[in-house]
């Protein structure tokens, strides 16, 4: 099973971030401490995401293993980035192992990764689809559940303007942020539906909050007025590290926590 990081705070050089602390993402990759569902090593791949100063999503991505590439201590450092997105990959069994395959999927401003499997996602997820305006699930970059998953959160986060509209009374940026946790939401909720067993934590940053959902695999946040940092594994033992329990939603900026149960938190889109 995957693993993913998310951090926002000050600018950090991209390639550090995946090497920091004692249980960094890229130890995780072949020594994770918490695999729920089998899987004992990440190599299938990783990416990583940062922003650019006019807010857009770059990235880099291999299908080799993480600590195969040079560029992870060679270049990726050279990158200073204020947000970072990124996950390991270890290949559901039956997808198949390629760049594109690999986390994080970007669009515009927005990247999202995916910790989990959806089972018969071929069938589940042009049904999905169809609640978020029926996105061509063929414009997935590779025949994954995450890449599709993708394709339908990203319609899903079309709709965030309407449902910004919803939260009156709250600040512009505030409403917008509980938008895109509300089209999250819908998101996780409308996949469960018919597939119930399906594994979903979810990571989804903008470059300034980032979001994730925790269905089944672990996850933790540390949250200071400095920094927001979301984990699949803490990387290091620093005690401000709080697991999340399963089934949540998660809103994160520095300063600012939020963790609402996933069945009771807003997802309609009036
Ligand atoms: N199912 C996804 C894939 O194969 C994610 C796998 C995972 O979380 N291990 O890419």
Redesign the pocket.
């Known amino acids: 099973?995957?693993r993913h990081l998310g951090y926002l705070g000050p600018p950090a050089p991209v390639g550090e971030l995946l090497t920091r602390g004692t249980h960094s993402l890229r130890t995780q990759s072949w020594a994770p401490n918490d695999m729920r569902h089998g899987?004992t090593v990440?190599a299938?791949g990783f990416g990583v995401a940062w922003w650019t100063d006019e807010g857009a999503a770059s990235r880099y991505r291999n299908s080799a293993p993480i600590w195969t590439d040079p560029a992870v201590e060679e270049v990726l450092p050279q990158l200073s980035s204020p947000a970072v997105l990124a996950a390991v990959?270890?290949?559901?069994v039956g997808?198949p192992v390629e760049r594109t395959?690999c986390?994080p999927f970007t669009d515009g401003g927005w990247a999202f990764s995916?910790?989990?499997?959806?089972q018969n996602w071929r069938t589940v997820l042009p049904v999905v689809a169809k609640q978020f305006g029926s996105p061509d699930l063929l414009d997935a970059e590779s025949a994954?559940?995450?890449a599709a998953l993708w394709v339908v959160l990203r319609a899903a986060l079309d709709g965030i303007g309407a449902l910004s509209s919803s939260f009156e009374g709250r600040s512009e940026s505030d409403a917008r942020l509980r938008a895109v946790a509300a089209a999250v939401t819908a998101t996780v909720r409308a996949v469960l539906a018919p597939a119930p067993s399906a594994?979903l934590n979810l990571l989804l940053g903008d470059g300034e909050t980032l979001w994730a959902t925790t269905v089944h695999?672990s996850l933790s946040v540390l949250v200071t007025d400095e920094v927001a940092v979301v984990s699949s594994e803490p990387y290091d033992d620093d005690p401000r590290w709080q697991a999340i329990t399963d089934r949540q939603v998660v809103t994160v900026r520095p300063g600012l926590l939020v963790v609402e149960p996933l069945d009771a938190a807003p997802s309609t889109l009036s």
């Open positions: 099973m995957c899987g990440n299938d990959r270890s290949a559901t997808m395959a986390a995916h910790n989990g499997v959806i994954t559940d995450s594994r695999h």
